[in-house]
């Protein structure tokens, strides 16, 4: 290992994220400098002895060895759990074998240990990243979902005419919207969200944010686009966000799919495929260059229509969950 890193300087934690072997969104950027300097803005504080829930990032190093730990407070509070989010991981692998790993797993938990008060974490790694996988689970990390990132080039989609069954939301949708994201997010057969994967949350409550959230991405605007399926009755809604004013999106044009579901009772009508074309199209029209589509691996029908959209799959990661023992 290296000489530690200084936290204080930011020209140092550029350098460790520049070195990082799985820097997202490196192919958007001319070089690894920009890129890893557009990764930190998202960022509004690096911190070293406070997880505060206002986003702060609380780092840690030992050698180059770097974990950012950051408190997730809305979730927290509507499910009921403390819960931080261990990212970016950074070992970039210097030796593969079973005494490093070991070493990694000792570091992880003085990081677990800098927040105490911390139940909840979860950890997502590249699926390349290997050492990081079994490092996580040496520390008592469990496997609860593979992700797979899709992009979809705006400019080479080709457009659209506007679909008459979809258009944006509206406060009076709002009813409906929560009623079919509660349903959709609350159980195990319909959905397998990165809660509904892990016993140690309530599938009741998990159901009861995601209406919340729907709601509030409507009546408050937290949300750039709010699209509903109606054809007499709302059949689902898709949620999106444009380029972020800060970090990589914002650079690069990359605007995000954010939250989808579709009525069970109205499920492989392609009603979903609708919405995310609309989705897409109204994006482009407003500027984004890129559209990011998140989702895990089995979910079939979202993977589908973004294969049929021509996406890249840019990234694929693991996210890994640890839960404090009482
Ligand atoms: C995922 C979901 C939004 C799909 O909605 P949908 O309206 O049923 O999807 P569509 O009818 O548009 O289907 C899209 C494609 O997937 C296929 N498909 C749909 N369901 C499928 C299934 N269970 N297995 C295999 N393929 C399926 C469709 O045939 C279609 O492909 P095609 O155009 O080649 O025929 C819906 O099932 C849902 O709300 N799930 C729970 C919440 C969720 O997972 N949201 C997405 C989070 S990323």
């Known amino acids: 290992m290296a000489a530690n890193i200084d936290l204080k300087s930011i020209s140092s934690v550029t350098e460790v994220l520049k070195n990082w072997t799985y820097l997202p969104y490196l192919q958007y950027f001319s070089g690894r400098e920009q890129c890893a300097e557009a990764y930190l803005a998202q960022y509004k504080e690096i911190t070293e002895d406070c997880l505060d829930d206002k986003g702060a990032l609380l780092a840690v ?19 009921n759990l403390k819960m931080a989010r261990l990212e970016p991981l950074i070992f970039n692998e210097t030796s593969f074998d079973i005494a490093t790993i070991a070493q990694g797993a000792k570091f992880l938990r003085e990081v677990l240990d800098r927040a105490s008060d911390i139940q909840h974490v979860a950890a997502p790694v590249s699926s390349a990243d290997t050492f990081s996988q ?55 057969r319909l959905s397998l969200n990165r809660f509904l994967c892990d016993p140690h949350f309530d599938a009741a409550l998990v ?20 699209m509903v399926f109606d054809d007499g009755k709302i ?51 407003n500027g984004a260059k890129i559209v990011e589509v998140k989702t895990v691996l089995p979910n079939k029908p979202v993977n589908r229509v973004c294969q049929k959209m021509n996406s890249n799959v840019v990234f694929t990661y693991h996210t890994f969950h640890w839960a404090r023992q009482a």
């Open 134 to 188: 079994l490092v996580l689970q040496e520390c008592g990390f469990k496997l609860a979902d593979t992700i797979v990132c899709h992009h979809i080039d705006l400019e080479k989609m080709a457009d659209s005419p506007a679909n008459k069954y979809v258009r944006q939301a509206t406060p009076a949708d709002v009813e409906a919207v929560a009623k079919i994201a509660e349903r959709s997010f609350s159980d195990r």
């Open 235 to 285: 059949a689902g809604f898709y949620t999106f966000r444009l380029p972020h004013h800060r970090g990589a999106d914002a650079k690069i044009g990359l605007a995000m799919a954010v939250l989808s579901a579709v009525d069970p009772d109205q499920a492989r009508k392609g009603v979903f495929g609708s919405l995310q074309q609309a989705g897409c199209q109204w994006l482009k029209e």
């Open 61 to 79: 190093t030992k050698g180059n060895w770097f974990a950012g730990l950051r408190r997730i407070a809305g979730e927290s509070e509507s499910l």
């Open 207 to 226: 159901g009861k944010m995601y209406a919340k959230w729907t709601t509030a991405a409507i009546l408050n605007n937290d949300c750039d686009a709010n």
